[in-house]
């Protein structure tokens, strides 16, 4: 079936912006349980990988219901697209401190490898308070 073509790039894709060691199972519980293994030393990116399980299933679930229902497809980038824009979604709800973030130079590199920009709190005493924060973003949306 093409979508488990599909689930074996989007897998291979995440493995390796994630510097992750591992191997596609044809069990989805080993695949996950193996990806899981290994925390990083960031809370940021032990969030992003504790979410891109899950996302990567639901997106690929839409997918073959695309196929299946409406005889539509998307391709593999645009599949990563909104994978990417999920995630980045996802992890934006949170405001993350300076210390959340990629510890080590592996971290950094697979952070920047992302590219996602999320919002930090502010680190002097003259910042807005986060009430400010949170009224400025409702003002711009």
């Known amino acids: 079936m093409q979508t488990c073509q599909i689930r074996r790039k989007l897998w291979e894709k995440v493995i ?9 199972h044809g069990d989805i ?11 990083y030393h960031s809370k940021l990116l032990n969030a ?5 399980p899950g996302l990567l299933m639901w997106n690929i679930w839409k997918e073959r219901n695309r196929r299946v229902f409406k005889d539509q497809s998307m391709s593999i980038e645009q599949l990563w697209t909104m994978l990417c824009q999920n995630i ?6 949170k405001t993350w401190s ?3 973030f990629p510890s080590t ?7 920047d490898n992302w590219n996602l920009h999320l919002n930090q709190e502010p680190t002097s005493k003259d910042s807005p308070s986060p009430r400010n924060h949170i009224n400025k973003m409702v003002s711009t949306a």
Do not use: H
């Open 105 to 111: 130079s592996q971290e950094k590199f697979i952070w």
């Open 98 to 100: 300076p210390e959340d």
């Open 16 to 24: 390796f912006r994630c510097q992750k060691e591992g191997r596609i």
């Open 29 to 39: 519980k080993a695949t996950v349980r193996n990806w899981i293994q290994k925390p």
């Open 48 to 52: 992003l990988s504790q979410l891109i």
């Open 88 to 93: 980045k979604e996802s992890l934006s709800i």
